[in-house]
């Protein structure tokens, strides 16, 4: 059993800057791969970032990637989602979540939630104009 706690949202200004982080409970953190995701009113749960069990494999969605990087650290039970150049449309509830496979071979795989066996409460995140 894994449970996970996001914190790090908040307000921020267009072209600002976030860190979220996730704390896993669990001696079994490190075994695991680790995904980020988000959920705008009215629309689908969004993939956003993956990152293998050890950190050497990650896989980013096509409208984040050169602005977000996800990292992890097994020693810490933490997991962290770097967000930069914020627009308003990343405007979102964003979730952690833990897959008991320690990595996935395709991109497809790595962004399909329900590969995903446990999901934190998320934080909400709000850029404004």
């Known amino acids: 059993q894994v449970q996970l706690v996001e914190s790090g949202g908040g307000l921020v200004q267009a072209g600002g800057s976030l860190t979220l982080s996730c704390a896993a409970s669990?001696?079994?953190?490190?075994?695991?791969?680790m995904g980020w995701f988000r959920q705008a009113p009215g629309k689908e749960r969004e993939f956003l970032a993956h990152?293998?069990?050890?950190?050497?494999?990650?896989y980013y969605a096509d409208s984040v990637k050169g602005r977000f990087t996800i990292s992890r650290d097994n020693a810490k039970n933490t997991v962290h989602l770097q967000m930069n150049s914020l627009k308003p449309e990343d405007t979102a509830v964003y979730y952690c979540?833990?897959?008991?496979?320690?990595?996935?071979?395709?991109?497809?795989?790595?962004?399909?939630?329900?590969?995903?066996?446990?999901w934190g409460q998320g934080t909400q995140v709000t850029v404004s104009s």
């Open positions: 990152i293998s069990w050890s950190g050497g494999s990650t």
């Open positions: 979540a833990a897959s008991r496979l320690p990595y996935y071979r395709d991109s497809k795989s790595a962004a399909n939630p329900q590969f995903y066996d446990y």
């Open positions: 669990g001696r079994t953190f490190s075994s695991y791969s």
